[in-house]
């Protein structure tokens, strides 16, 4: 019994001897700790830029590559004169249509073509429906200027969501 206390005893001695060591150990961790302070405070920085980015250009399109692409639909004879653009923002929503016809949308192209020869504009809203993005078209007026010889087309463009640049998305996330 004296030998079974005795071992006791020992043994608990040196745990003891190991609760003190990594207890010291726990206390120069956490002073460690404190020298990485400003780094934990840049890396919150970072991640709340990086939120700050992803909601800034949730809704942004890259409107020059976009009108490049509907200039490429439409004949080589034809030319976008004016563009008038309204779209979403990362703040307000855009008006949804009242027609049932009507697709979801962010945004509407509103631009003039101008062409020298009569346009065939349902080719034209056939084209344009190959746009990634496009909702619905809708065909405004086409006039003759008779003093240039050139017709001019007036074209309203709906643009969904698929248009969306999605500069900083992140995949998995």
Do not use: C
């Not at 004169?81 to 509407?108: C, E, H, K, M, N």
């Not at 619905?136 to 969904?160: Q, R």
């Amino acid at each position: 019994m004296a030998v079974g206390t005795g071992a006791s005893t020992v043994l608990a001695l040196q745990a003891q001897g190991q609760l003190a060591d990594e207890q010291a150990r726990t206390s120069s961790l956490l002073a460690e700790q404190t020298k990485y302070i400003e780094v934990r405070s840049v890396q919150a920085k970072v991640t709340l830029v990086q939120a700050a980015q992803q909601v800034g250009v949730s809704t942004e399109i890259d409107w020059k590559k976009y009108l490049d692409s509907v200039q490429a639909t439409l004949p080589s004879t034809v030319s976008i004169d004016t563009v008038t653009l309204d779209f979403a923002s990362p703040i307000f929503a855009y008006a949804q249509p009242t027609a049932p016809l009507q697709g979801a949308r962010v945004g509407t192209v509103k631009f003039t073509a101008k062409s020298a020869v009569l346009p065939d504009v349902p080719t034209w809203l056939n084209a344009l429906s190959t746009l990634p993005g496009f909702a619905d078209a809708l065909p405004g007026s086409v006039t003759l200027d008779a003093t240039t010889k050139t017709y001019t087309v007036d074209i309203t463009m709906h643009v969904n969501d698929a248009a969306y640049a999605k500069r900083f998305a992140t995949v998995g996330k």
